[in-house]
T-cell receptor, first 113, second 115 residues
């Protein structure tokens, strides 16, 4: 089946630093999604990308949909302590339904004050 | 607007028992999906329901089953529990298939421990 590979697996950064993480797949995805999971919570959608080459921002977050539709990256600028959590990329694999998502294994972000 | 509500939040069972987990979607959301989250396998899709019909099913054994009621609430059941079923079970809701544009709203999960 389709798999998403995220890197790095974990990151330890200082507050104020910029962060970059990416996600690759051997298969084409028509939609790329980035979710964040805080401890004890369910994942929350950060950014959704629908077109190859699309660059989308949400506050300090910026994500791009790779032109080959097989990769995506997420950047976080000027990190703050509340950015701590697990970041997942995901893509729909249930046909026309978005209820079935395949998730990457996640990038664990730790921010030191 | 209330979020996705999952009950119970925590439960402990022993091998061989069965468990039923409940999910109440956001009001107006008609699609419900279930995911299993473990440290080793990550987030894995279990089922998706819409209008009381299962639309998609993940690669899990038949011990895992689910259903959706006419009010869009959903339950999942795991029979003959195994140690490897210990996990966080997440429910997510969306308006309807194909309309949510990828935005699933997740609950806080039900953490199952099998002893």
């Amino acid at each position: 089946g389709q798999q998403l590979n995220q890197s790095p697996q974990s990151m330890f950064i200082q507050e104020g630093e910029d962060v970059s993480m990416n996600c690759t797949s051997s298969s084409i995805f028509n939609t790329w999604l980035w979710y964040k999971q805080d401890p004890g919570e369910g994942p929350v959608l950060l950014i959704a990308l629908y077109k190859a080459g699309e660059l989308t921002s949400n506050g300090r977050l910026t994500a791009q949909f790779g032109i080959t539709r097989k990769d995506s990256f997420l950047n976080i600028s000027a990190s703050i302590p509340s950015d701590v959590g697990i970041y997942f990329c995901a893509g729909p694999t249930g046909g026309t339904s978005y209820g079935k998502l395949t998730f990457g294994q996640g990038t664990i972000l730790t921010v030191h004050p | 607007k209330a979020g996705v509500t999952q009950t119970p939040r925590y439960l402990i069972k022993t091998r061989g028992q069965q468990v039923t987990l409940s999910c109440s979607p956001i009001s107006g959301h008609r699609s419900v999906s279930w995911y299993q989250q473990t440290p080793g396998q990550g987030l894995q899709f279990l089922f998706e329901y819409f209008s009381e019909t299962q639309r998609n099913k993940g690669n899990f054994p038949g011990r895992f089953s689910g259903r959706q009621f006419s009010n869009s609430r959903s339950e999942m059941n795991v029979s003959t529990l195994e140690l490897g079923d210990s996990a966080l079970y997440l429910c997510a809701s969306s308006l309807a298939p194909g309309t949510s544009l990828g935005e699933l709203f997740f609950g806080e999960g039900s953490r199952l421990t099998v002893l």
